[in-house]
């Protein structure tokens, strides 16, 4: 059974980091592409990054760049989302996404992903 589950999240005062995994079961991850979405209470389900399988590329929404950083780690079947400078509107539901993409760049509509974690909750305050 193919299984995506977060971790990492938790409590962390503005300015803070947390790092994100997102470990796969039942499948490895080499020839996927993973997506990091987030959800905020009242608010839609919107894309934060993505990385590409084999070819390495990487997309971040722009509310995030140059805070956040994601990585895979293939022998550990798992993708990181690093967040550093956490902001309060960085407060959300977090969700990794995976879907068989090999070399092709990552998508960034939710659309597109074909499996999906439970979600770990990130909050950002003082």
């Known amino acids: 059974q193919l299984q995506l589950v977060e971790s990492g999240g938790g409590l962390v005062q503005p300015g803070g980091s947390l790092r994100l995994s997102c470990a796969a079961s039942?499948?490895?991850?080499?020839?996927?592409?993973i997506g990091w979405f987030r959800q905020a209470p009242g608010k839609e389900r919107e894309g934060v990054s993505c990385?590409?399988?084999?070819?390495?590329?990487?997309n971040f929404a722009d509310s995030v760049k140059g805070r956040f950083t994601i990585s895979r780690d293939n022998a550990k079947n798992t993708v990181y989302l690093q967040m550093n400078s956490l902001k309060p509107e960085d407060t959300a539901i977090y969700y990794c996404?995976?879907?068989?993409?090999?070399?092709?760049?990552?998508?960034?509509?939710?659309?597109?992903?074909?499996?999906w974690g439970q979600g770990t909750q990130v909050t950002v305050s003082s």
């Open positions: 039942g499948f490895t991850l080499d020839y996927y592409a």
């Open positions: 990385i590409s399988s084999m070819i390495g590329s990487t």
């Open positions: 996404a995976a879907v068989r993409r090999v070399f092709r760049l990552c998508p960034t509509r939710e659309a597109s992903y074909d499996y």
